[in-house]
């Protein structure tokens, strides 16, 4: 028998115009977590989904427990207990938790839900992953949600269990609880493969890590005696600096004045109430908050994709609380926004109708109602070349078929080269590894130095302590305080945050 119960030996995988792997070997033992470590588009996913079945390597050999395999499909991976957590879930939003479990695995002329159910919640049980197998995805969060994509795997009998960024979308607290989840995963003797670019998680929970870079292995370390300093650089390539080095802020005038504003959320409450904030020209001011307070319906509420119940939106003196969201762009607002997908690209488009969809029919992209394409082309390459944005077919490559970090920096890049008078900035860095988060920062600061307001929305409280002049804390809709980072701390924002004012009820003065 082998020491390993995955091996993937010299695998490569190529698309149209790059090598995504070129000779890789991965070997992965029982009862361990193993974690891949990679910068954005350096070919973990596709790796993944080698294994999964959802690719077909071009050459290698894989082997499970010692035997040689062909996966051909997800079904064969199923077959031979290997389960996958994808990046973005897949699941059906109006099914029940039990629903979705079953689904291609229904078995038999009739359908027993009843008895699934009782099955799932004892696996989940038995795993701490606290699930309703009655619930409807489109109601619990998207921690459970990932919890069910684990109960799904487990209902399989999945003993080889892959994540791919599985924290990309969760809150600090979500992040610590799959943490556990993964280690009492391992203990019952499941192998785990952790597809990451976050170091800290897999200083946390690996123990080995294996290093990709642009398509190829770099190497494999011990975890515990190799420093986060050295995994960066083996990702990178070069060494990193994971605190951004800016002179103090020198705010000018009122950019952004938000007043008394009340906004109502999805449940027809009040997710915003009475907030007020001003955020000044030369200045990054930081919302902290526990995902799920207000920081969605503010932010919508900023740039028009949700109105206002009452209160006023202030830019450049100019009132925008009624204005449409074109209105909005034009008078001088840019926005990086959460859901990237979702808001923030047209999948089915050209990175090059992209770059330009706020802008398109303005000089120098049109020119007497045509599209000049080949200015188009030169601006998009400026930014696919500024803002390291990798792709197959560059510009002409659909933004659906980029990783997601690069979608990521496409966004970045787009907006931060318009030069928008406020750049609201809504987890910027999200999915991103420590190379680009690096640049990013710097863009950040860049643009607050460049005399522009930049506010930042982020529920990682070091990017927020990091980039922030100021930052402004949030609980239940509702502003707690305003503090200097300068003068403050993580565990004093921290107790903010939870709701629990400074003294005898904190300030709420803008500057």
């Given at each position: 028998?082998?020491?390993?119960?995955?091996?993937?030996?010299?695998?490569?995988?190529?698309?149209?115009?790059?090598?995504?792997?070129?000779?890789?070997?991965?070997?992965?033992?029982?009862?361990?977590?193993?974690?891949?470590?990679?910068?954005?588009?350096?070919?973990?996913?596709?790796?993944?989904?080698?294994?999964?079945?959802?690719?077909?390597?071009?050459?290698?050999?894989?082997?499970?427990?010692?035997?040689?395999?062909?996966?051909?499909?997800?079904?064969?991976?199923?077959?031979?207990?290997?389960?996958?957590?994808?990046?973005?879930?897949?699941?059906?939003?109006?099914?029940?938790?039990?629903?979705?479990?079953?689904?291609?695995?229904?078995?038999?002329?009739?359908?027993?839900?009843?008895?699934?159910?009782?099955?799932?919640?004892?696996?989940?049980?038995?795993?701490?992953?606290?699930?309703?197998?009655?619930?409807?995805?489109?109601?619990?969060?998207?921690?459970?949600?990932?919890?069910?994509?684990?109960?799904?795997?487990?209902?399989?009998?999945?003993?080889?269990?892959?994540?791919?960024e599985p924290t990309a979308v969760?809150?600090?607290?979500?992040?610590?609880?799959?943490?556990?989840?993964?280690?009492?995963?391992?203990?019952?003797?499941?192998?785990?493969?952790?597809?990451?670019?976050?170091?800290?998680?897999?200083?946390?929970?690996?123990?080995?890590?294996?290093?990709?870079?642009?398509?190829?292995?770099?190497?494999?370390?011990?975890?515990?005696?190799?420093?986060?300093?050295?995994?960066?650089?083996?990702?990178?390539?070069?060494?990193?600096?994971?605190?951004?080095?800016?002179?103090?802020?020198?705010?000018?005038?009122?950019?952004?004045?938000?007043?008394?504003?009340?906004?109502?959320?999805?449940?027809?409450?009040?997710?915003?109430?009475?907030?007020?904030?001003?955020?000044?020209?030369?200045?990054?001011?930081?919302?902290?908050?526990?995902?799920?307070?207000?920081?969605?319906?503010?932010?919508?509420?900023?740039?028009?994709?949700?109105?206002?119940?009452?209160?006023?939106?202030?830019?450049?003196?100019?009132?925008?609380?009624?204005?449409?969201?074109?209105?909005?762009?034009?008078?001088?607002?840019?926005?990086?926004?959460?859901?990237?997908?979702?808001?923030?690209?047209?999948?089915?488009?050209?990175?090059?109708?992209?770059?330009?969809?706020?802008?398109?029919?303005?000089?120098?992209?049109?020119?007497?109602?045509?599209?000049?394409?080949?200015?188009?082309?030169?601006?998009?390459?400026?930014?696919?070349?500024?803002?390291?944005?990798?792709?197959?077919?560059?510009?002409d490559s659909l933004a659906g078929?980029?990783?997601?970090?690069?979608?990521?920096?496409?966004?970045?890049?787009?907006?931060?080269?318009?030069?928008?008078?406020?750049?609201?900035?809504?987890?910027?860095?999200?999915?991103?590894?420590?190379?680009?988060?690096?640049?990013?920062?710097?863009?950040?600061?860049?643009?607050?130095?460049?005399?522009?307001?930049?506010?930042?929305?982020?529920?990682?409280?070091?990017?927020?302590?990091?980039?922030?002049?100021?930052?402004?804390?949030?609980?239940?809709?509702?502003?707690?305080?305003?503090?200097?980072?300068?003068?403050?701390?993580?565990?004093?924002?921290?107790?903010?945050?939870?709701?629990?004012?400074?003294?005898?009820?904190?300030?709420?003065?803008?500057?």
């Amino acid at each position: 028998m082998s020491d390993y119960v995955i091996e993937m030996l010299g695998i490569r995988k190529e698309f149209p115009g790059i090598v995504a792997n070129d000779d890789i070997t991965l070997q992965v033992k029982e009862g361990e977590i193993h974690a891949i470590l990679g910068e954005n588009g350096a070919g973990k996913s596709t790796l993944m989904s080698i294994l999964f079945g959802l690719y077909h390597a071009d050459r290698g050999v894989i082997r499970v427990r010692g035997r040689e395999v062909r996966i051909n499909s997800p079904n064969d991976a199923n077959d031979l207990g290997i389960g996958m957590v994808h990046q973005h879930f897949q699941l059906v939003h109006n099914y029940t938790v039990t629903e979705n479990i079953i689904l291609g695995k229904e078995g038999g002329f009739v359908l027993d839900t009843r008895q699934a159910g009782k099955k799932i919640k004892a696996l989940s049980e038995k795993y701490g992953l606290n699930i309703d197998p009655d619930s409807v995805i489109e109601n619990i969060t998207v921690g459970m949600q990932q919890r069910v994509e684990i109960l799904k795997m487990l209902y399989r009998d999945a003993n080889i269990l892959i994540f791919d960024e599985p924290t990309a979308v969760l809150t600090p607290q979500e992040i610590d609880e799959l943490m556990e989840i993964m280690r009492s995963l391992a203990k019952e003797g499941k192998s785990i493969i952790l597809i990451t670019h976050k170091l800290a998680e897999i200083k946390a929970v690996a123990e080995r890590c294996t290093v990709i870079r642009r398509g190829k292995l770099i190497g494999v370390v011990d975890v515990a005696s190799t420093s986060v300093d050295e995994m960066a650089a083996m990702m990178v390539g070069r060494q990193v600096n994971f605190k951004v080095e800016k002179t103090p802020a020198r705010p000018g005038s009122c950019v952004l004045s938000i007043q008394d504003l009340c906004v109502m959320n999805n449940k027809k409450v009040l997710g915003v109430k009475n907030f007020s904030l001003d955020v000044y020209a030369g200045e990054i001011v930081g919302i902290a908050g526990v995902d799920g307070n207000g920081q969605s319906e503010l932010i919508e509420a900023i740039t028009g994709l949700r109105p206002a119940e009452s209160g006023k939106v202030m830019l450049l003196g100019q009132d925008i609380t009624r204005a449409s969201i074109r209105e909005r762009n034009e008078a001088g607002i840019g926005h990086i926004p959460e859901d990237r997908q979702k808001r923030g690209l047209v999948l089915s488009e050209t990175l090059c109708d992209n770059f330009i969809i706020k802008d398109f029919d303005k000089a120098p992209f049109s020119r007497y109602g045509f599209l000049n394409r080949k200015e188009i082309r030169s601006y998009s390459s400026k930014i696919v070349e500024q803002y390291d944005v990798r792709s197959g077919e560059g510009v002409d490559s659909l933004a659906g078929k980029l990783s997601g970090g690069n979608q990521q920096k496409a966004i970045i890049g787009r907006e931060v080269t318009a030069d928008p008078e406020l750049l609201i900035a809504v987890q910027p860095t999200r999915g991103l590894d420590v190379g680009a988060i690096e640049f990013i920062h710097r863009a950040l600061v860049r643009h607050r130095d460049n005399g522009k307001a930049v506010l930042l929305v982020s529920f990682e409280l070091d990017e927020i302590f990091n980039l922030s002049d100021r930052i402004a804390v949030i609980n239940a809709g509702q502003l707690i305080d305003i503090v200097n980072t300068s003068e403050t701390d993580e565990y004093a924002v921290g107790l903010m945050m939870a709701g629990i004012k400074k003294g005898e009820g904190g300030g709420h003065e803008s500057k």
